[in-house]
């Protein structure tokens, strides 16, 4: 699986964990930059992503991503 | 009076601000009793942690750790559908009996008690009625007391000739209520409370937020009609999807407390319900967001 479409099963995942049609991602987006990414739903996306994947993060790996891009990097190291 | 509920969120937002910020969004449509009640419990509390030589900052330190616990404790809990801690023994010795771990999670509780809006609807839920449905009472028991915001409310809603008995499994649970509450008046008791016997029943009990901490709640909640008076009545919390370090018993949906209660000969006369975060009951279903139930109850009428 290639880098764009991680990203765009990604979206699709925030879209439904969020609740909110309108998410669109790039690799430079931030918590910052989308509306109800905060700490709670952040619990619930990574869970998403993880049985999306099928693959589990580390406690420091769920503290380590700074924007889209290097969770997209994430799940590639770990496929 | 000082605003220490602002006080308490402007120094939150130095160290956590987004958390800070979803606080202040959360509670910005309750009113000012909201923050006039909140004001009150922490004064109060304030003398005690200046009383043990210590400050609010120690306590929102507290509070940030117990934050971090949930959300490894909620990981793992949407990952495998149960809590991690499986025995009242286990969760005795390494959490009741470690004033380490208590310190800090007791103290976070009580900031807690105020900062989180569904905490503070079974609060106002329990202290507007208190008053009423304990009228006839001449005693009053509580069980698993934690920081004592609970005592400390009764204390102040009763009359003067009503009388005190707080059982709590944890030396510290005990000495953090007694602390805060600071009344002689109150009996307190170190004891798991399935241990616990009384020569006499109780016109009024509070069990909040205890079940969860049982292997089998029914069994408390038989033990809370024995100690319940004929006419008493009890007023009842626990939370659904609420995994924290100490929690055991998975309550997956409210009906499940309701059947308990139910089961045990007891009936509910009033009850409230909010999910803990400010979603649709569908999201909270998905995403198993924990949601609060207390309520009043009674002897089931035969
Ligand atoms: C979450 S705190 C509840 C504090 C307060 N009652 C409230 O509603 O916020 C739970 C308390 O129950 C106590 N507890 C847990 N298991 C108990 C048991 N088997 N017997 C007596 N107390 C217990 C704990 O030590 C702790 O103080």
């Given at each position: ?18 609740d ?9 987006t ?12 952040h ?25 889209i ?10 496929k | ?5 602002e ?21 910005n449509?309750?009113n ?35 934050l971090?616990?949930m ?11 149960k ?42 839920f ?25 005592c400390?409310t009764?204390?102040?809603l ?13 030396d ?23 241990e ?13 937020e ?17 100690l ?21 018993y ?10 308990l ?31 609060m ?9 035969q």
């Open positions: 699986m290639d880098k764009a479409e991680i990203l765009s099963q990604l979206q699709e995942i925030f879209r439904d964990t969020l909110d049609q309108e998410v669109t991602l790039a690799y430079e931030t918590a910052n930059d989308v509306e109800g990414w905060d700490s709670l739903t619990i619930h996306l990574v869970v998403s992503i993880e049985k999306h994947f099928k693959l589990r993060f580390t406690a420091k790996e769920i503290q380590s991503w700074k924007n891009g290097e969770l997209v990097e994430g799940i590639i190291s770990k | 009076m000082n605003n220490y509920l006080e308490i969120l402007l120094k939150l937002e130095s160290k956590r601000p987004a958390h800070a910020k979803k606080l202040r969004l959360n509670t449509y309750l000012e009793l909201y923050v006039s009640r909140a004001n009150d419990f922490y004064s109060q509390y304030e003398k005690h942690l200046l009383r043990e030589n210590t400050d609010l900052d120690f306590s929102i330190d507290c509070y940030l750790r117990m971090d616990d959300a490894i404790e909620r990981m793992n809990f949407l990952r495998q559908g809590y991690s801690s499986v025995s009242l023994m286990e969760v005795e010795k390494c959490i009741y009996n470690n004033p380490d771990m208590m310190c800090y999670h007791m103290h976070g509780l009580a900031l807690a008690q105020f900062l989180w809006f569904d905490q503070y609807e079974r609060y106002s329990f202290a507007d009625s208190l008053a009423g449905y304990a009228k006839s009472a001449e005693s009053y028991l509580e069980i698993g007391c934690g920081h004592g915001l609970y400390y009764a204390i102040k009763l009359p003067e000739n009503v009388k005190f008995e707080v059982v709590d499994i944890s510290y649970s005990i000495g953090i209520c007694k602390g805060i509450i600071n009344d002689p008046k109150v009996n307190f008791i170190t004891k798991n409370v399935l616990y016997a009384s020569n006499s029943t109780f016109g009024f009990i509070t069990i909040g205890v079940l969860e901490h049982l292997e089998d709640p029914l069994v408390l909640l038989k033990k809370l009609k024995d319940l008076s004929d006419d008493g009545i009890s007023y009842i919390s626990a939370p659904v999807n609420a995994p924290m370090i100490d929690h055991i998975l309550f997956n949906e409210v009906q499940e407390i309701r059947d209660i139910n089961q045990a000969g007891l009936e509910i006369i009033e009850e409230k319900v909010v999910i803990s975060e400010h979603v649709s009951q569908q999201y909270a279903d998905k995403f198993k967001v924990p949601v139930f207390a309520a009043f109850i009674k002897q089931k009428q």
